[in-house]
């Protein structure tokens, strides 16, 4: 069975500590996504990944990617508030355009 | 650059009414999605195009939903006729095969709820 796990599904944090969100997935896939969703908004592209060892950064977000391990992680440095937000990750399986999707980590940064 | 464009943004219907989405892609984009969206889980894809073509309908639940994506650029997404578990949100998002990346961008959404 495909799945995409995601752990944990819900983080609170006060702002200026790191955390670290973990994405695993259940079989071979050579792209990864994360995504930000606020609430009652849209998804938001933050990273794709696309080879073992790729690590992506933007802000206070790094992405990074270990195929061997069927693991991503996406690192937050020093949170701020506005950083509260879901996070989903989403593995496409195969190559075929069909993404299978985390559950998603709901992160609250308090200030 | 114009993002996914969704209409309506919520809708309240009747169960046993039919309700109708429209999306149109970004410019250029070969590839749709329709989606759904259930309160604190990831989408669902219900429908991939490529084109006209629908080419991964498998988890569109055919007696009741339909779509279509008339010359490859706006598609509809109808269901008839609604259920109450058929309340969720509705994103539609594009992507265009000739990207390296296959990133898909997504719509606002159509929050339906049925009563």
């Known amino acids: 069975e495909l799945k995409v796990e995601q752990n944990p599904l819900f983080l609170s944090m006060q702002e200026g500590k790191n955390y670290t969100i973990y994405c695993n997935y259940s079989?071979?896939?050579?792209?990864l996504y994360w995504y930000r969703q606020d609430p009652g908004k849209s998804l938001e592209s933050l990273f794709v990944l696309l080879s073992n060892g790729a690590v992506k950064q933007e802000g206070r977000l790094m992405a990074s990617l270990d195929t061997k391990a069927r693991l991503s992680t996406l690192h937050i440095t020093a949170a701020v508030h506005d950083l509260s937000a879901t996070y989903f990750c989403a593995v496409d399986m195969d190559s075929n355009y069909q993404l299978i999707w985390g559950a998603g980590t709901k992160l609250i940064i308090k200030p | 650059e114009a993002g996914v464009v969704q209409s309506p943004r919520y809708k309240i219907i009747e169960k046993k009414q039919p309700v109708a989405f429209w999306c149109n892609p970004i410019s250029g984009h070969n590839t749709l999605y329709w989606y759904l969206q259930n309160l604190g889980q990831g989408p669902e894809l219900l429908i991939r195009y490529e084109n006209e073509e629908a080419v991964d309908d498998s988890q569109l639940p055919k007696d009741r939903f339909s779509a279509e994506r008339l010359k490859g650029v706006d598609s509809t997404l109808k269901i008839q006729p609604a259920e109450l578990g058929d309340s969720a949100v509705y994103l539609c998002a594009s992507s265009s095969t000739s990207s390296w990346t296959d990133t898909q961008y997504f719509g606002p959404g159509t929050r339906l709820t049925v009563l």
């Open positions: 079989t071979t896939s050579d792209r």
